[in-house]
């Protein structure tokens, strides 16, 4: 999924649609199948999806996958069977990978970048809408709190589904569920990075090892990836943040959030918390 987003030259309902309740099980049914692999030349190790296509024939099916299970032109009844999966796929035509072109050095998907792809061709523009009798523009409210063209390629399997959650639940409905799922997801996303990059996320005591808190791990990313060539300024939303007890990021803030009863979140604060740690986010799960 994170592949089609970042490279299917999706628009931005096609890529709405993919963020809005994806039958994510359907796709893994197809994609766990070895006959469906053969056919469109993936492969599955370690857990990684792997292909020696070339990036551009590689995404092809994948692409067209992605839109009809989004779209619901496909659906799990219709690919309930080993044969109605392969009969969909052979179906695929213009869309389905040339296998000649395989190179016999396989790479992993997720590593494939922008300079791995020939940009697509721009979608035709829409007509322009009749502007509202108000005279005023109409403009994309966001209704979740990680917006729809965000991508993030979250390799853990929990926090992929964390992710998932924080695109379909309202801020307007869900503001308890998505402020602890933001607090939750900022804990694991920074233990991933640490552990990663074999960073500790424990220090010594006598009584021994224990975890370090929040805001120490969080500085310790941030300091990380500045050393590592990510500009401060990407960074600044969050490293201000944290400390800032009037910033919805204040590590505190968001304490209160899981642990005080008398406390609760406000939309706006969710969207500023957001908004000001994605780019430090986009930098952990790139």
């Given at each position: 999924m ?5 490279h299917?030259?999706?628009?931005d ?5 993919v ?22 030349g ?55 990978p040339?296998l000649?072109?395989?190179t ?5 998907v997720?590593t494939l ?11 035709p ?8 009798k ?45 402020s ?16 990663k ?41 969050i490293?201000k943040?944290?400390?800032d ?9 968001l304490?209160?959030?899981v642990?005080?009863?008398?406390y ?12 000001n740690?994605q ?8």
């Open positions: 994170d592949l089609v987003l970042k299917g030259g999706l628009t309902d096609e890529k709405e649609e963020l809005d309740r994806f039958p994510i099980t359907t796709l893994d049914r197809l994609l766990s199948t070895p006959a469906v692999r053969q056919q469109i993936i492969e599955i190790k370690g857990q990684k999806l792997l292909s020696d296509l070339p990036p551009d024939e590689v995404i092809k099916p994948l692409k067209r996958m992605v839109k009809d299970l989004a779209s619901g032109a496909v659906n799990v009844t219709m690919l309930k069977k080993r044969d109605q999966m392969t009969d969909y796929v052979a179906s695929l035509a213009d869309d389905l040339d000649t072109t395989k016999g050095s396989a790479t992993a997720e970048d922008d300079s791995d792809f020939v940009p697509p061709a721009p979608p523009p829409a007509p322009a809408p009749a502007p509202p108000s005279g005023k523009q109409r403009s994309y409210k966001r209704r979740a709190l990680i917006p729809r063209d965000c991508a993030l390629t979250v390799s853990n399997p929990k926090v992929a589904e964390i992710v998932k959650e924080l695109r379909a639940l309202s801020m307007q409905d869900s503001p308890h569920a998505i602890v799922l933001f607090r939750v997801f900022l804990e694991l996303s920074v233990d991933h990075y640490l552990d990059e074999g960073l500790p996320s424990t220090t010594q005591t006598p009584a021994g090892a224990k975890d370090k808190k929040l805001r120490e791990k969080v500085k310790m990313v941030i300091d990380h990836l500045e050393n590592a060539g990510v500009p401060k300024k990407n960074l600044d939303g490293s943040g944290i400390d007890k009037n910033s919805p990021l204040y590590v505190d803030t304490h209160n959030y642990h005080n009863r008398f609760s979140p406000q939309e706006r604060e969710l969207k500023v918390s957001w908004d740690s780019l430090f986010f986009e930098s952990i799960w790139k």
